[in-house]
C-alpha cells in the first residue's frame, strides 16, 4: 500500500459515474426552446464548471431575456427526471476503486459540484452512498469548482491535510479545485474533456485501474 496516502477523494459525474452525456444534453435540450442549437465544441469549453457559471455565460452569449438561473433550472428538472428512470452507468472500475479504497484502509470522500439531491441520487441508485465517510456537493460550499473550498471542506472533514489527500477528476476545472487546495491529482478524461489543459495533473490515467495500481505499489 501506498503509505504516503490517507484519504481518497472522487469526483462522481464523469469520474465515477458516465453521466457526461446527461449533463451535456441537459443544457442542450432547454437552450432548443430559446432556438438555440448548443454543439459539442460548445459544450467541450463548459464541461465541469459549475452550472451557476455556465447559466450565465449562456445567457449573455445568446443574449437571452431570462433572469439569471433560467437555463440551470430546467436543466435540473431534466436532470432529476433522467437519473430517477435512465440508465447509470459507472466508469471503468469506478466501483472497484471505491471498494478497494474502504478495503485498505483509505479515508474515503466525495466530491461533486452538482446539487446535493441529484447526488445522493445517483449514489442510493448505484449503491455506493455508504462508500463514502463524507461527500461534499456544490451546495455545501460559497464556491463551486474551480475554487477549491470543497476540497478543502473534504480534507478537514477527513481530519487530513491536504498532502495525505488524493484527488480524482475529469476535467480541468475540477483538477484546478484540487490543486489549489493543496492535494495530489490524478486526471481521467474523457470524451468531453480529453482537450482540456491537464498539465497540473500528477498523473493521467486511461481509467481508475491506473489509482488501484498506483495505490498497491
Not at 459515474?17 to 454543439?39: A, C, K, M
Not at 476503486?97 to 445522493?120: Q, T
Request: glycine letters at 10%; a negative charge; hydrophobic letters at 40%.
Amino acid at each position: 500500500m501506498n503509505n504516503e496516502i490517507k484519504g481518497i477523494i472522487f469526483d462522481l459525474d464523469g469520474t465515477l459515474l458516465d453521466t457526461e452525456g446527461y449533463q451535456w444534453d441537459g443544457w442542450v435540450i432547454p437552450l432548443r426552446e430559446f432556438g438555440i442549437e448548443l454543439t459539442l465544441d460548445d459544450y467541450l469549453k463548459y464541461a465541469g464548471r459549475s452550472g451557476g457559471d455556465i447559466d450565465k455565460e449562456l445567457i449573455e452569449r445568446f443574449a437571452l431575456d431570462v433572469a439569471p438561473g433560467t437555463i440551470l433550472a430546467m436543466k435540473k428538472v431534466l436532470l432529476e427526471e433522467w437519473f430517477r428512470e435512465k440508465e447509470l452507468s459507472f466508469t471503468p472500475f469506478a466501483e472497484e476503486s471505491v471498494r478497494f479504497c474502504r478495503d485498505n484502509g483509505y479515508a474515503v470522500a466525495l466530491c461533486s459540484g452538482g446539487y446535493k439531491e441529484e447526488v445522493m441520487l445517483k449514489l442510493e441508485r448505484k449503491g455506493l452512498a455508504d462508500y463514502f465517510d463524507i461527500i461534499i456537493c456544490g451546495s455545501d460550499v460559497k464556491r463551486n469548482k474551480p475554487f477549491p473550498d470543497m476540497y478543502e471542506k473534504a480534507v478537514g472533514g477527513l481530519g487530513l491535510v491536504p498532502d495525505q489527500c488524493l484527488a480524482l477528476e475529469d476535467t480541468q476545472y475540477g483538477l484546478q479545485a484540487a490543486k489549489d487546495a493543496g492535494l495530489r491529482c490524478f486526471a481521467i478524461p474523457h470524451r468531453f474533456s480529453r482537450g482540456q489543459d491537464f498539465s497540473r495533473a500528477d498523473k493521467v490515467l486511461d481509467t481508475l485501474e491506473g489509482l488501484i495500481d498506483y495505490l498497491n505499489d
